[in-house]
């Protein structure tokens, strides 16, 4: 970012969607520290600018304005909902009744069909100069799912950390399953590949997926495979998995310690960590949901983020916290199933040291 200064609390035009939505962006943080900018479009993170030597380092790859993202097929930065990740087959089963989803992805649905969230505009609850709370109306049968959500995330700067909260309240039984789709580079966006960084993640076991990356209802052990990251490895120590059809990884992971707790979906602890190669920037994955999404950015194709830079695969690695893929197919998995007087409660940390 250079020496370029940024205002806490202020909002700008970030130009215009292909039907001529007007969209917006919001820059939170604190003076001296760790500064964000969120987007009504999608209520996508569009930067996240860590100081560094007097100056920042934007480490969320994204785009310079609303038509970048109105054409976006990588999800950058985008809340993903109603639910995240993969439903097999493109149906759910809720109390005894199967409902028939959008299907985007083969026969399944993926990050809840082709009418995305992140191509919707949120409307603007509330915003200061460390947050800014975004707001959606998802209505009854939206794109298959039942029920009336009225989901809510907020974005806040807080101790050195960019705090994602989430509220989704419905008013019939339905799946949720809300998660951040950022893609992050700790060299700074725009430097290239990620697969030097080293990368922690606390979990024992993995779900276990069919040809289509649906969960078979297995988990099995990482111990003796790439997907070991119980202690930091570099990237691309898991060389056996670039050879793949994926092309990295892109594996969810049941993460250590979930336990329910009262009033939201689980307790808060750290699942991951991550270090840039170059810069020396660690950066902490905290949330309170079981599963962990681990993506290596295998599908970028060139797309010109921030700045006209091409985006190449492997520029970035994404910590999407979320339920496990296809939970309510699999009553064994923990459930993302909420409804009214039972609504989806969740918080998701990216905390950086020294910032």
């Not at 250590?256 to 979906?265: D, L, S």
Request: with cysteine; proline share 5%; hydrophobic share 35%.
């Amino acid at each position: 970012m250079g020496g370029r200064q940024l205002e806490a609390g202020t909002c700008a035009p970030f130009g215009r969607t292909p039907d001529g939505r007007e969209a917006r962006v919001w820059t939170i943080g604190a003076e001296g520290g760790l500064m964000a900018r969120v987007s009504d479009l999608g209520a996508c993170l569009t930067s996240l600018l860590v100081p560094r030597d007097g100056s920042y380092l934007d480490v969320v790859l994204g785009y310079d304005d609303a038509a970048g993202y109105a054409t976006d097929d990588a999800h950058l930065g985008a809340v993903i909902g109603r639910v995240a990740n993969r439903i097999g087959g493109a149906t759910l089963e809720l109390g005894g009744r199967v409902y028939h989803l959008a299907a985007n992805e083969g026969a399944n649905s993926n990050h809840s069909g082709p009418d995305l969230w992140r191509h919707r505009l949120w409307r603007l609850v509330s915003a200061g100069p460390a947050s800014v709370t975004l707001e959606l109306d998802s209505p009854d049968g939206d794109q298959g799912f039942p029920g009336a959500v009225r989901a809510r995330v907020t974005y806040e700067v807080v101790r050195g950390a960019l705090r994602i909260s989430y509220l989704a309240e419905a008013d019939a039984t339905t799946a949720i399953n809300l998660t951040n789709h950022s893609y992050f580079n700790l060299n700074g966006q725009g430097s290239g590949s990620v697969l030097a960084h080293r990368v922690q993640v606390l979990a024992d076991r993995y779900t276990e997926v069919d040809a289509g990356n649906v969960p078979t209802g297995r988990l099995l052990d990482v111990a003796g495979t790439p997907l070991d990251l119980r202690e930091p490895h570099r990237l691309d120590e898991a060389a056996a998995l670039f050879a793949r059809e994926h092309g990295g990884f892109d594996h969810n992971f049941e993460t250590r310690g979930f336990r329910p707790a009262e009033g939201r979906v689980g307790e808060v602890r750290r699942v991951a960590s991550a270090w840039g190669d170059r810069s020396g920037l660690r950066m902490d994955v905290l949330c309170d949901l079981p599963g962990l999404q681990l993506y290596t950015a295998n599908y970028l194709d060139g797309e010109r983020g921030k700045g006209g830079v091409a985006l190449r695969p492997h520029d970035a690695v994404c910590f999407e916290t979320q339920f496990f893929p296809d939970a309510p197919n699999h009553p064994a998995f923990a459930q993302d199933v909420f409804g009214p007087g039972h609504p989806f409660v969740s918080c998701t940390e990216y905390r950086f040291d020294g910032a």
